[in-house]
């Protein structure tokens, strides 16, 4: 599960639930080992059920796990060079800003940086395709990718390595502003992120040569 608001939620309903009981089982109406068992149960339907409450993304382009096309890769591989169009929901209560990452997972491509951007307003529940460069939200800061260039740069994975995995991430978090500069690394990236993300969510493009 992706949040922790789930488990906590259940957590606190799994330990007042209990606490009633066992003031019952005090009085001799009710066993106690029977309680922890149901309330057990309970709780991990509780915990299963409430995790669609977790953050979600998407794209109107592709679906999770399908394959992203052929205008949102780089002019190299006969595209556009668009940024693809995301939009997300169920956002944490607290959340200030947000950030952006998509990253290739290949091994090949070692972790290779194809998106990152910060400081996202706290309002803003989508990007339009074609944003970067372009048309970003206001307050929003584009970082430099793997390719050198600041923004988006789309897939153009090497031939014949196969389907490459394009993890597309947006973070919920708990500040208004990061404060990185434009050369920042993706590890540099999640060290700054460690410690403030309220929840994130995920989709995976694929795209190969």
């Given at each position: 599960m992706e949040t922790k608001r789930a488990i906590v939620f259940a957590l606190n309903y799994y330990q007042g639930f209990l606490e009633g009981w066992e003031i019952r089982a005090l009085k001799g109406d009710i066993k106690m080992k029977w309680i922890k068992r149901i309330t057990l149960c309970m709780f991990i339907v509780i915990i299963l059920t409430k995790g669609g409450f977790a953050m979600k993304l998407e794209?109107?382009?592709?679906?999770?796990?399908?394959?992203?096309?052929?205008?949102?890769?780089?002019?190299?591989?006969?595209?556009?060079?668009?940024?693809?169009?995301?939009?997300?929901?169920?956002?944490?209560?607290?959340?200030?800003?947000?950030?952006?990452?998509?990253?290739?997972?290949?091994?090949?491509?070692?972790?290779?940086?194809?998106?990152?951007?910060?400081?996202i307003p706290k309002e803003v529940r989508s990007l339009e395709e074609g944003a970067s460069r372009r048309n970003m939200p206001?307050?929003?800061?584009?970082?430099?990718?793997?390719?050198?260039?600041?923004?988006?740069?789309?897939?153009?994975?090497?031939?014949?390595?196969?389907p490459h995995q394009y993890v597309v991430t947006i973070y919920a978090l708990s500040v208004e502003k990061l404060d990185l500069p434009v050369n920042t690394t993706l590890s540099q990236f999640n060290k700054a992120i460690e410690g403030k993300v309220l929840d994130k969510a995920s989709i995976t493009g694929l795209y190969e040569r």
């Amino acid at each position: 599960m992706e949040t922790k608001r789930a488990i906590v939620f259940a957590l606190n309903y799994y330990q007042g639930f209990l606490e009633g009981w066992e003031i019952r089982a005090l009085k001799g109406d009710i066993k106690m080992k029977w309680i922890k068992r149901i309330t057990l149960c309970m709780f991990i339907v509780i915990i299963l059920t409430k995790g669609g409450f977790a953050m979600k993304l998407e794209s109107p382009a592709f679906k999770d796990n399908g394959f992203i096309p052929q205008k949102y890769v780089m002019p190299g591989a006969g595209g556009e060079n668009l940024s693809v169009p995301l939009k997300w929901s169920d956002v944490p209560e607290g959340t200030k800003s947000f950030a952006l990452s998509i990253i290739d997972i290949h091994p090949i491509a070692n972790n290779w940086i194809h998106w990152l951007v910060i400081n996202i307003p706290k309002e803003v529940r989508s990007l339009e395709e074609g944003a970067s460069r372009r048309n970003m939200p206001k307050g929003s800061v584009e970082l430099r990718n793997s390719f050198g260039d600041i923004g988006y740069g789309g897939p153009q994975p090497p031939r014949g390595t196969g389907p490459h995995q394009y993890v597309v991430t947006i973070y919920a978090l708990s500040v208004e502003k990061l404060d990185l500069p434009v050369n920042t690394t993706l590890s540099q990236f999640n060290k700054a992120i460690e410690g403030k993300v309220l929840d994130k969510a995920s989709i995976t493009g694929l795209y190969e040569r």
